[in-house]
């Protein structure tokens, strides 16, 4: 792609980075951005630029949180010795629409794939095992959609956790092989969560 402008060129570069989004693309986009009336562009800038300095993780499930500790963690409305252990963001959004779970997250940030050269370490793994060592938790749910990824991460925890007193379960399998939770309906989601079954009975079937 041949540029008349290195400023054009730049901004085409930097927008390319972005998953799914080729040169063509890019430069699309860049040139919408340019049309646009100055000050929506310079918005768009500074909301990017806020959010990327300003935003935490939740301390405690490790959710995107403008605070120290996220608005779920905080609602003295939620059983906090339930949780339900996630992937990223986009699960607990997606749990939170069905308005069927009133307990917490924890949210690993990924799931297991030697693969991708992600291991237990990289995740937010140790910290949930630490919450049920010091006997906070009495139920963990996993929801991490049923991926050979979210199978090995599920059994992985539940190896670290199973000989402390704590209740395990998993969403009920109404939601089909490889779906990822925040593409499930509401009411299928819903409806998992609520007829969640023993994890122990999720290993033999
Ligand atoms: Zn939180």
């Not at 000050?39 to 630029?49: P, V």
């Not at 963690?73 to 339930?82: A, Y």
């Not at 629409?97 to 799931?111: D, E, I, Q």
Request: net charge negative; glycine share 6%; with cysteine.
């Amino acid at each position: 792609m041949e540029f008349s402008s290195k400023l054009l060129e730049n901004a085409v570069n930097e927008m390319s980075q972005l998953p799914g989004i080729g040169k063509r693309t890019a430069l699309r986009l860049v040139l919408n951005l340019l049309r646009q009336p100055k000050e929506q562009t310079l918005n768009l800038a500074k909301a990017l630029s806020t959010m990327r300095s300003d935003i935490k993780f939740c301390k405690s499930c490790h959710n995107i949180s403008d605070n120290d500790l996220c608005e779920i963690c905080i609602n003295p409305h939620r059983t906090d010795s339930l949780i339900c252990v996630v992937e990223d963001i986009r699960d607990v959004m997606a749990i939170e629409n069905t308005s069927s779970f009133r307990g917490l997250y924890h949210v690993l940030g990924g799931k297991i794939s030697p693969m991708d050269g992600v291991g237990p370490n990289e995740l937010n793994i140790q910290s949930l095992v630490d919450k049920v060592e010091q006997g906070k938790i009495k139920e963990i749910i996993f929801a991490l959609g049923s991926t050979m990824e979210g199978d090995t991460t599920n059994f992985y925890i539940y190896k670290q956790i199973q000989d402390f007193d704590v209740v395990t379960s998993t969403i009920s399998r109404g939601i089909s092989v490889g779906n990822e939770l925040e593409y499930t309906d509401e009411v299928t989601l819903g409806r998992s969560i609520i007829n969640r079954i023993p994890f122990e009975i999720s290993l033999k079937s």
